[in-house]
């Protein structure tokens, strides 16, 4: 769970921009991430900040239209501008995805037998009744009862977390080395939320998947996250080991989303949930200053003049952009609740 | 499935029987005595007579509708007032002129308008697109007796490669039937792709922006699979429903092509039979084509199932 291994996927200066008929958005930029081998990294930001995009550029899943520099390498080769080909070899097998809706992400006319048995027929070479077969044993692992009758039955015929069990038994069908899930609990009750993240852990512990979890749930990446990576507009804001980055935030925007999140022994009225102001903002590009600056209450000339870099303390692995950083923690309360 | 299988199948008997009663009653409310009708110049009383006892015109309605269902059942649907033969072997020779010509023609319209639309879909923004879409316009607003008539013009009389009319049973000379109706086929099965491809085009751009299909690139298939397998699959419910409601309206509505390159079909009856006001004919023929749409909409019903399987669940709460 340490990151002193080789990393399996480096992600440098990744940036990602969309030409759209009102001219150029600017999505992702120069987001940099390191995941170890059988590490659990959390991404977390608002609706908007870059999160997905940041995921489907790893295997290269955005549309056409994407403009996407930087890099992106797995066990050191490189993705960002591979060809087709070679990403399909990539893709399913080596990293695999799991998504928010496992409604709409399964197919509705495909039985789920088949639906994971395909993974397994274009790359492992298997024959459609070995796939099936091996269906049935991926169904059991991730926690699915008969699966021997399940594996015939279609997506309409399960419940929400046997669905998503579904997607995560299709994802990890090849062994993948990254694991990308996109809000892979949003759609999910809280006690079915839970199930579905243990089989995350287990999956990490047997199989030794390192997973990137993307969520917009700090309560999920305290849950299961080794380290947490913080995104705003696009860009990465804070990096840190978990317990660290709950404890002391650094970054004014980590420290606004926890205090705006619940936590068992606030209560409202005598300490109050407080919001951000404002939202996340959609750049035509990225200008050189924070670009939290106008929603924070710490900003001054020095944050709209310059993009801060990011940086640590003392060499420490928790690093922010931020040129005023917290420095005790500012809300002890979720310091003292963790 | 053998319980919605058994639903479905009731239901179109019971829509089948419905329609019987409606052409029955219809037929009967149209001012005039058909005994009057069919006496001619003789209209004294005991002719009269003789005739609606004959045709059994002097019985109650319900024992005259029981008596029609049951000729009906034995494949008699009377004889023709204009020429005396039995409207049953008019349909014998008329009816597999339109068959086949219908199923030729859709044939050759679902595997160009499904083919076009596909790639239409796929090959979004890109001339591919422009040229299925540009094609489709002029299929669609191009009438096509015109397309018919050009045909004939420059295929047939100019250069002889095509009969310009008549027919030839299947039975027959299986060469030479395909000769006479591959032409109507196709200019019949051109306006009908452009509407198939208009609807695989826009189906299939739903289901390519849906996410099992970010699902199945996510899982590194090809191209082929992605667009077959997954997005096409979901498409099809679009495709069989316009093919179907297409072939229905084939069977009564060829009229138009059978008339310009001479088929001996049912349309061509049908207008005879109306412009002659012959009664059992059109008879016949209205409950026909009803029989038609309830048919191919049974098949069109077990399509759906086999290709959906929730359809499955909503007809089968088992």
Redesign the interface.
């Known amino acids: 769970m340490t990151t002193a291994s080789a990393p399996v996927l480096e992600i440098r200066d990744l940036s990602v921009s969309f030409p759209t008929e009102t001219g150029t958005v600017s999505a992702v930029d120069g987001v940099s991430l390191d995941l170890a081998a059988g590490e659990i990294v959390g991404m977390v930001g608002e609706s908007g900040c870059g999160k997905s995009v940041t995921a489907m550029s790893i295997a290269g899943l955005l549309p056409g239209s994407a403009r996407v520099t930087g890099s992106v390498r797995l066990d050191g080769a490189e993705l960002v501008g591979a060809r087709e080909s070679a990403l399909r070899r990539v893709r399913g097998r080596e990293i695999a995805y799991i998504f928010q809706e496992p409604m709409t992400s399964l197919n509705p006319v495909l039985t789920v037998g088949r639906q994971i048995g395909e993974v397994l027929q274009v790359h492992e070479r298997m024959s459609r009744r070995a796939a099936r077969a091996r269906a049935v044993e991926l169904l059991t692992l991730v926690g699915i009862p008969s699966a021997a009758q399940r594996v015939d039955g279609y997506p309409h015929q399960l419940s929400g977390g046997m669905r998503q069990r579904v997607m995560i038994a299709m994802a990890v069908a090849c062994g993948p080395k990254v694991l990308v899930a996109d809000e892979p609990t949003t759609a999910l009750d809280v006690t079915v939320q839970a199930g579905i993240l243990q089989v995350l852990r287990d999956l990490r512990d047997r199989l030794g998947t390192s997973v990137l979890i993307i969520t917009h749930d700090l309560g999920v990446i305290a849950d299961i996250a080794d380290r947490v990576v913080v995104m705003y507009a696009g860009r990465v804001v804070e990096r840190a080991p978990v317990d660290d980055l709950f404890a002391h935030p650094r970054h004014r925007y980590t420290a606004g989303l926890l205090s705006a999140s619940p936590q068992p022994g606030r209560h409202a009225g005598t300490d109050r949930l407080t919001e951000i102001p404002g939202l996340v903002p959609v750049l035509a590009s990225q200008p050189d200053a924070c670009t939290f600056a106008d929603r924070c209450p710490a900003a001054d000339e020095q944050c709209r003049a310059a993009a801060p870099p990011l940086e640590g303390i003392g060499g420490t692995d928790h690093v922010a952009a931020c040129w005023h950083p917290c420095t005790a923690a500012p809300t002890a309360a979720q310091g003292a609740n963790r | 499935m053998a319980r919605y299988l058994l639903t479905r199948a009731w239901q179109s008997a019971l829509t089948l029987l419905l329609s019987t009663i409606v052409v029955f009653v219809g037929v009967r409310a149209l001012p005039g005595d058909p005994a009057l009708a069919l006496a001619g110049e003789d209209r004294s009383p005991e002719a009269l007579e003789a005739i609606r006892r004959h045709y059994g015109l002097d019985q109650p309605l319900p024992v005259q509708f029981a008596q029609y269902v049951e000729r009906m059942a034995q494949g008699d649907f009377g004889v023709s007032i204009r020429t005396g033969t039995p409207v049953s072997s008019m349909l014998t020779t008329a009816l597999p002129v339109t068959v086949e010509l219908s199923v030729l023609a859709i044939l050759i319209a679902a595997a160009l308008g499904v083919g076009a639309g596909v790639l239409a879909a796929v090959r979004r923004g890109r001339p591919a697109e422009w040229l299925a879409n540009g094609l489709a316009l002029i299929g669609l607003s191009v009438p096509h007796f015109w397309l018919g008539l050009l045909a004939i013009l420059y295929l047939s009389v100019a250069t002889g490669l095509f009969p310009a009319s008549g027919f030839v049973p299947i039975l027959e000379d299986p060469v030479d039937n395909l000769h006479h109706i591959v032409l109507p086929a196709v200019i019949l099965g051109t306006g009908l792709a452009a509407i198939i491809m208009r609807q695989t085009r826009s189906a299939m751009l739903d289901s390519l922006s849906?996410?099992?299909v970010?699902?199945?690139?996510?899982?590194?298939?090809?191209p082929r699979?992605v667009i077959t397998?997954?997005a096409l699959?979901?498409s099809l419910i679009v495709v069989v429903t316009v093919v179907g409601l297409q072939l229905g309206g084939l069977i009564s509505g060829a009229v138009v092509t059978e008339q310009i390159f001479g088929l001996p079909g049912f349309g061509k009856m049908t207008i005879d039979a109306v412009f002659q006001r012959d009664y059992p004919v059109i008879q016949a023929v209205v409950l026909l084509t009803a029989a038609a749409y309830i048919v191919i909409n049974f098949f069109v019903d077990l399509l759906y199932s086999v290709?959906?399987?929730?359809i499955r669940?909503t007809g089968d709460p088992a």
């Open positions: 849906s996410d099992y970010r699902t199945a690139k996510a899982k590194g298939l090809r699979a397998r997954h699959r979901n290709i959906d399987p929730r669940v």
